[in-house]
């Protein structure tokens, strides 16, 4: 067990729909990721929040986006859904930004089926 | 710009044989290199990394790998397989001069399978 809670687990939705995805991070990690993850592209960062702020961008759409709580929980809304956004979608925390010093730490994924 | 090449998308192994996952990197500036596991219906958890000193990490499970700066590569092994062990796994390369997890890149995963 990770500590990092993603919910819901499973997602079906309708083209043109919105959608929120929920994680908790593990605790005393102030560092929260979301990552796509699907057959054809693999692994894709899509942004990164360090306690409230956002920290980075990766490939993120402009339909997307995101935000972390002062609790640091974090939210990722997916809006006017397309077919091509099914995916995997995972959370992963880290105590701090640093690649040396803190591991990411990967919720279990939220998969979203875009029908 | 960096980026990285898992050869081989599915590797099978026998049980108790060599499990050798091959990784090369492309970085102009000294890589952190690290190897994550992903088991069905899970999340990555980190298997090990390789940051600065011995070039010979150990890691979780039994697993190990060896950085070599010549030949840009950090392959993954581990000298007997395990049912276990079936799973997928990813090399991800990071700038060590930014020290970011948020420069993670990612190769796309080796599947691993393992047979009686």
């Known amino acids: 067990d990770s500590g990092v809670t993603q919910t819901p687990k499973h997602l079906i939705t309708a083209t043109g729909q919105r959608v929120t995805l929920r994680c908790s991070p593990r605790?005393?990690?102030?560092?929260v990721y979301w990552y796509q993850q699907s057959l054809d592209q693999g692994l894709q960062f899509l942004i990164q929040?360090?306690?409230?702020?956002?920290?980075a961008k990766g490939n993120i759409l402009e339909r997307f986006s995101a935000q972390q709580f002062p609790d640091l929980h974090s939210e990722l809304n997916l809006s006017s859904l397309e077919l091509g956004d099914s995916a995997l979608y995972f959370c992963?925390?880290?105590?701090?930004?640093?690649?040396?010093?803190?591991?990411?730490?990967f919720g279990n994924g939220t998969r979203l089926t875009v029908t | 710009a960096q980026s990285v090449t898992q050869l081989g998308s599915h590797v099978s192994v026998s049980e108790g044989a060599l499990v050798l996952l091959r990784c090369n990197y492309s970085s102009s500036v000294p890589p952190y290199l690290f190897w994550y596991v992903q088991y069905p219906n899970q999340g990555l958890q980190l298997l090990l990394k390789?940051?600065?000193?011995a070039t010979l990490v150990k890691g979780i499970n039994g697993f190990e790998a060896e950085f070599k700066k010549s030949e840009t590569s950090f392959h993954l092994t581990k000298p007997s397989a395990h049912m276990s062990d079936a799973a997928e796994y990813f090399c991800?390369?990071?700038?060590?001069?930014?020290?970011?997890?948020?420069?993670?890149?990612w190769g796309l995963g080796t599947s691993l399978a393992v047979n009686p």
């Open positions: 605790s005393g990690d102030l560092s």
């Open positions: 929040y360090y306690n409230g702020e956002e920290r």
């Open positions: 390789y940051t600065t000193g």
């Open positions: 992963a925390s880290s105590v701090g930004t640093g690649a040396s010093s803190s591991p990411l730490h």
């Open positions: 991800a390369v990071s700038d060590a001069n930014a020290g970011n997890n948020r420069k993670l890149i």
